[in-house]
């Protein structure tokens, strides 16, 4: 049962337009909510977050956004740039037995074309 | 450098051959984690621990152990490896449980 699921393996768009990346979620417990930036061979970095208290957070060139009655997140990025060509996860967490327990989706490839 | 290290980055064992990947944290952070990553299913945990001697499963904790004997370390055992254990494997860690820290991550094959 994938709780965070993004539907999108992949995403291509030309570089200086806008990315977005959708990510929908069935748990109505989750209360915090992430973005993480995957090169190949390193580990997840994150990129930006968001509390459920909010519905959109800006970080530079990042923003995201949460609808909390649609059960969906996500992110915009622009201009796009091609070092942004990674694998992006979403991920959401709700509390559980004291800590926070983070559940991630799939994963989407975004690939910038120059 | 802050960091989270796991060794070793790359693994190929054979079935049945008990393993011990190493991950340390230099952030004194009480939270550690482990994850799996498989294609089309994104990173999945398969322990956590919330302090020295707190740990905890996760949603796939079947075929692992794990021990947090000092805060800084979070081993991750495999003690009868078998081929579907086969991942990447990343440890984290956080101060607070909401944002975590990645390692660069460890492949194994299970042949």
Known sequence: DQQVKQNSPSLSVQEGRISILNCDYTNSMFD?????????????????????IKDKNEDGRFTVFLNKSAKHLSLHIVPSQPGDSAVYFCAASAQSAGAQKLVFGQGTRLTINP | EAQVTQNPRYLITVTGKKLTVTCSQNMNHEYMSWYRQDPGLGLRQIYYSMNVEVTDKGDVPEGYKVS?????????????PSPNQTSLYFCAS???????TFGSGTRLTVV
């Open chain 2, 94 to 100: 956080s101060p607070d449980s909401y944002g975590y």
């Open chain 2, 68 to 80: 947090r004997k000092e805060k800084r370390n979070f081993p991750l055992i495999l003690e009868s």
């Open chain 1, 32 to 52: 915090y909510f992430l973005w993480y930036k995957k090169y190949p061979a390193e580990g997840p970095t994150f990129l930006i977050s968001i509390s459920s």
